[in-house]
């Protein structure tokens, strides 16, 4: 069973910066893709970022301040978020897919993260 544990959330003020991490274990197979998600109450789930065998996709409103990368030897994901905004502030969740006897996917637990003067 493959476990997705987020790090780095909390609360920064208007044009700060936070790093997020998510770190995959219990796969004998590699992450086909990793990404981070966002939700605020009422609202959907939203992508924010994602990294597909080594290709980059982003939201149009995080263009530019959120970087995404991931470090393959860790299997780990990680999310630099610069010159954030309060209209940043969510849960943001770490998502994998793996491939082996079909797709799977799967969630992590979620981490705060609060933009406010």
């Known amino acids: 069973q493959v476990q997705l544990v987020e790090s780095g959330g909390g609360l920064v003020h208007p044009g700060g910066s936070l790093r997020l991490s998510c770190a995959a274990s219990?796969?004998?197979?590699?992450?086909?893709?990793m990404g981070w998600y966002r939700q605020v109450p009422g609202k959907q789930r939203e992508l924010v970022a994602r990294?597909?065998?080594?290709?980059?996709n982003y939201a149009d409103s995080v263009k530019g301040r959120l970087t995404i990368s991931e470090d393959n030897a860790k299997n780990t994901v990680y999310l630099q978020m610069n010159s954030l905004k309060p209209e940043d502030t969510a849960v943001y969740y770490c998502?994998?897919?793996?491939?082996?006897?079909?797709?799977?996917?799967?969630w992590g637990q979620g981490t705060q993260v609060t933009v406010s003067s």
């Open positions: 990294i597909t065998l080594g290709n980059t």
């Open positions: 998502n994998g897919v793996v491939y082996y006897s079909g797709r799977h996917e799967y």
């Open positions: 219990g796969s004998s197979f590699s992450m086909y893709a």
